[in-house]
């Protein structure tokens, strides 16, 4: 730590600086990224602490000097915060500026550390340790540096969010409760809304549905970017076409360019319209409906696949019914087409056993051999090949930290 001088603690923006970053990024939004950088610039000058302008000032400046590059390559700003760093070593927030103009996370790490040198309490600096921590899939030191970032500066939601997140995987119920602590604490800020996101995409209906619902409520889609976020996934997981419709219509006033919103809409029009000809009787002009309609993927795959096949026993074609649910199980498995399935196939005469087989000839008929490969094993481990998990079922998943 600096000796002689006190030191400068991180700043979440003194009222006037925040006033000039909110008309900066007015600006960077309108795609004014030359004046949004100067007004950031005056933030600065109106608090040199405040970490946010420091931080929306090297961005901004990026778009106007490196437009199209997502690696920072500014020498001059390089050039300005090593002269102010070395102007006012007591200013921890230079220090961090300068990790931030290097994309190399070791690099960058040299000035985060430089910036704790200086404040071991300095929120951001730990921040982004922690998000190059993570990177590296060093997950202890991760929690470790989010932990002195809430510390360092628990009025800032963001590193909160981030600290539950941490524990997702590891430990659900302190995720939760962690997650939950930022909607009592800020509840009417961006970080509450993500924090509620996090924690619906991580339950189960009933709970599941009735956070989407809290989410949609107290957050609006048009005002909260997670709020908009919750209602891609809220959409999936409604199984009338009334309420995809609904959610549909709103959202594409949220997004009216959206061409996938503007989809759906037409998409769920035309099921409701053939789960009313069903209601009615109607089952061939249902069948005429929905053969115009392009099939959609997920749930509502699974509400068309099922409107489909009940249209086709109304009209008294069972065999009809049950082939076309057979390959749309065989493909994605789904609660309510099983049942159906189940159904269809006693009224073919066919037992739980023979509906099972006809599945499972469908999946082996259209099964392929993987692509055999060895991959190099995490931490200098024996290699991993494909051929080692022969006859065991195997998940891939492919990460790319970035």
Same mark, same amino acid.
């Given at each position: 730590?600096?000796?002689?001088? #006190?030191?400068?603690?991180?700043?979440?923006?003194?009222?006037?600086?925040?006033?000039?970053?909110?008309?900066?990024?007015?600006?960077?939004?309108?795609?004014?990224?030359?004046?949004?950088?100067?007004?950031?610039?005056? @933030? %600065?000058?109106?608090?040199?602490? /405040?970490?946010?302008?420091?931080?929306?000032?090297?961005?901004?400046?990026?778009?106007?000097?490196?437009?199209?590059?997502?690696?920072?390559? $500014?020498?001059?700003?390089?050039?300005?915060?090593?002269?102010?760093?070395?102007?006012?070593?007591?200013?921890?927030? /230079?220090?961090?500026?300068?990790? !931030? !103009?290097? &994309?190399?996370?070791?690099?960058?790490?040299? +000035?985060?550390?430089?910036?704790?040198?200086?404040?071991?309490?300095?929120?951001?600096?730990?921040?982004?340790?922690?998000?190059?921590?993570?990177?590296?899939?060093?997950?202890?030191?991760?929690?470790?540096?989010?932990? #002195? #970032?809430?510390?360092?500066?628990?009025?800032?939601?963001? +590193?909160?969010?981030?600290?539950?997140?941490?524990?997702?995987?590891?430990?659900?119920?302190?995720?939760?409760?962690?997650?939950?602590?930022?909607?009592?604490?800020? &509840?009417?800020?961006?970080?509450?809304?993500?924090?509620?996101?996090?924690?619906?995409?991580?339950?189960?209906? &009933?709970?599941?549905?009735? $956070?989407?619902?809290?989410?949609?409520?107290?957050?609006?889609?048009?005002?909260?970017? /997670?709020?908009?976020?919750?209602? /891609?996934?809220?959409?999936?997981?409604?199984?009338?076409?009334?309420?995809?419709?609904?959610?549909?219509?709103?959202?594409?006033?949220?997004?009216?360019?959206?061409?996938?919103?503007?989809?759906?809409?037409?998409?769920?029009?035309?099921?409701?319209?053939?789960?009313?000809?069903?209601?009615?009787?109607?089952?061939?002009?249902?069948?005429?409906?929905? @053969?115009?309609?392009?099939?959609?993927?997920?749930?509502?795959?699974?509400?068309?696949?099922?409107?489909?096949?009940?249209? @086709?026993?109304?009209?008294?074609? %069972?065999?009809?019914?049950?082939?076309? $649910?057979?390959?749309?199980?065989?493909?994605?498995?789904?609660?309510?087409?099983?049942?159906?399935?189940?159904?269809?196939?006693?009224?073919?005469?066919?037992?739980?056993?023979?509906?099972?087989?006809? %599945?499972?000839?469908?999946?082996?008929?259209? @099964?392929?051999?993987?692509?055999?490969?060895?991959?190099?094993?995490?931490?200098?481990?024996?290699?991993?090949?494909?051929?080692?998990?022969?006859?065991?079922?195997?998940?891939?998943?492919?990460?790319? &930290?970035?």
């Amino acid at each position: 730590m600096a000796t002689g001088l #006190a030191v400068a603690s991180e700043s979440n923006g003194t009222p006037a600086a925040r006033v000039l970053a909110a008309q900066a990024e007015t600006l960077a939004r309108s795609g004014k990224a030359a004046e949004a950088a100067a007004l950031f610039r005056k @933030a %600065i000058e109106a608090d040199p602490d /405040y970490v946010d302008a420091h931080q929306r000032y090297i961005e901004t400046t990026q778009r106007v000097e490196n437009p199209g590059s997502r690696t920072p390559s $500014l020498p001059r700003l390089k050039e300005q915060y090593t002269r102010w760093a070395r102007e006012q070593p007591n200013r921890a927030v /230079y220090q961090l500026a300068l990790g !931030l !103009l290097f &994309p190399e996370a070791n690099t960058a790490d040299e +000035y985060f550390n430089a910036a704790l040198k200086i404040d071991p309490s300095f929120a951001r600096a730990h921040f982004l340790l922690a998000k190059n921590a993570d990177q590296r899939g060093d997950w202890e030191g991760q929690r470790q540096h989010l932990k #002195a #970032a809430v510390d360092g500066n628990p009025a800032e939601p963001r +590193y909160l969010v981030k600290y539950a997140q941490a524990f997702k995987r590891t430990d659900p119920a302190r995720f939760r409760e962690l997650a939950l602590s930022v909607v009592d604490k800020f &509840p009417s800020t961006p970080s509450a809304a993500e924090a509620l996101y996090y924690v619906a995409n991580a339950a189960s209906n &009933p709970e599941r549905r009735m $956070l989407f619902e809290r989410l949609h409520a107290v957050y609006p889609p048009d005002k909260f970017p /997670y709020s908009a976020t919750a209602m /891609y996934d809220f959409y999936e997981d409604v199984t009338t076409p009334a309420e995809a419709l609904a959610i549909a219509q709103e959202m594409a006033k949220v997004y009216p360019t959206s061409k996938t919103w503007e989809r759906r809409i037409a998409l769920q029009r035309a099921m409701g319209q053939a789960a009313a000809l069903v209601t009615q009787r109607r089952f061939g002009d249902a069948l005429d409906v929905l @053969a115009r309609t392009e099939r959609p993927s997920g749930t509502h795959g699974a509400t068309w696949a099922l409107l489909k096949a009940d249209a @086709a026993a109304g009209a008294g074609r %069972i065999e009809e019914a049950y082939a076309s $649910l057979v390959e749309s199980v065989a493909a994605v498995p789904d609660e309510r087409m099983e049942s159906a399935l189940q159904k269809y196939g006693a009224a073919l005469h066919k037992t739980t056993a023979d509906v099972t087989a006809d %599945i499972w000839r469908i999946r082996d008929g259209k @099964a392929k051999p993987a692509t055999a490969f060895e991959l190099e094993a995490d931490r200098g481990k024996t290699p991993v090949s494909l051929a080692d998990y022969r006859g065991r079922v195997v998940l891939l998943a492919f990460w790319f &930290p970035g």
